[in-house]
């Protein structure tokens, strides 16, 4: 059952990274307006970079299965949006207001493409419990 | 019509020896039933744990629902082991001497 204990392991680290690119996703999308930061300056979009996790593979021996992991949330440097809106408290000389680099439809393309990564390792994992339940009725 | 003699059976002189060693002693049959009830056990543990944490909000919910899931298939393996042991046993014990 090792080799499937490897793919479940690889599924579940997928279903964490699927997990923080939608948490990532989720939270580009509730600061698009957020025109102060920590720093003082607009929210920056975020990014996730995965990677794949060869531990499981080194831990297991010769399991196929491959984990993924979170390497790093990036920062976007892309500049920021400026918006004419002279009223605005943090509006600049000229009225312009620096908005987030955040573009929405992207986001939301963004969630979508997780959601459904994450549905597909949940898929993942139902077959591998379904083919260890057909093994454990060889035993019946 | 003559018929040839019959010859000398010819002995071989060396013996190889036999390849096949005899199998080293096997842990014993409790010793690995042991072994499956302390997995199971760890198992039943693990799920605990991350049910506990999700629970508390640190875990995820489909953490937790994997270490149920695999708790749950160590119980079923170690049943199915049981079942085949007590009917193993009551084989033997039906047989006819």
Same mark, same amino acid.
């Given at each position: ?6 793919a *479940?392991? =690889?599924?579940a ?5 699927e997990?923080? @690119?939608?948490?990532? $996703? ?11 930061? =920590?720093d003082?300056?607009p929210?920056?979009?975020r /990014?996730?970079?995965?990677? =794949?996790?060869?531990?499981? &593979?080194? $831990?297991?021996? &010769? ?7 979170v $390497?790093a949330?990036? &920062? /976007? ?7 004419? /809106? ?5 509006a /600049?000389?000229e ?6 680099n955040?573009?929405?439809p ?9 959601? @459904?990564?994450?549905? =597909?390792?949940l ?5 591998i419990r379904?083919?260890v339940q057909?093994?454990? &009725? *060889?035993g019946? | !019509?003559?018929?040839p ?8 002189s060396? +013996?190889?020896?036999?390849?096949s ?5 096997s ?6 039933l042991?072994k ?10 693990a799920?605990?744990?991350? +049910?506990?944490? !999700? ?10 629902m994997?270490a149920?899931?695999r708790?749950?298939?160590a119980?079923?393996f ?7 042991l ?8 039906? !047989?006819s001497v």
């Amino acid at each position: 059952m090792s080799t499937l204990n490897a793919a *479940l392991n =690889a599924s579940a680290s997928a279903l964490n990274a699927e997990r923080t @690119r939608i948490e990532v $996703a989720v939270s580009n999308l509730a600061n698009a307006e957020s025109t102060r930061g =920590a720093d003082g300056k607009p929210y920056r979009r975020r /990014d996730v970079v995965l990677a =794949a996790d060869h531990s499981f &593979e080194k $831990a297991l021996g &010769e399991a196929g299965a491959i984990g993924v992991k979170v $390497a790093a949330i990036v &920062e /976007d440097n892309e500049p920021f949006q400026r918006r004419h /809106d002279p009223s605005h408290p943090d509006a /600049d000389a000229e009225g312009f207001v620096a908005m987030p680099n955040v573009n929405t439809p992207e986001e939301m393309v963004n969630m979508l493409s997780a959601s @459904r990564a994450y549905q =597909a390792n949940l898929t993942a994992i139902g077959l591998i419990r379904e083919l260890v339940q057909k093994a454990l &009725e *060889l035993g019946k | !019509m003559s018929i040839p003699a019959i010859g000398p059976l010819v002995a071989p002189s060396t +013996v190889s020896p036999s390849t096949s060693t005899s199998p080293a002693p096997s842990a014993g049959f409790v010793e690995s039933l042991g072994k499956l009830l302390e997995t199971t056990e760890a198992s039943g543990d693990a799920a605990n744990t991350a +049910v506990e944490k !999700m629970l508390d909000g640190r875990g995820e919910v489909h953490d937790a629902m994997i270490a149920l899931q695999r708790a749950e298939f160590a119980l079923q393996f170690t049943v199915q082991v049981r079942n085949k042991l007590v009917q193993a046993y009551q084989d033997i014990m039906r !047989m006819s001497v």
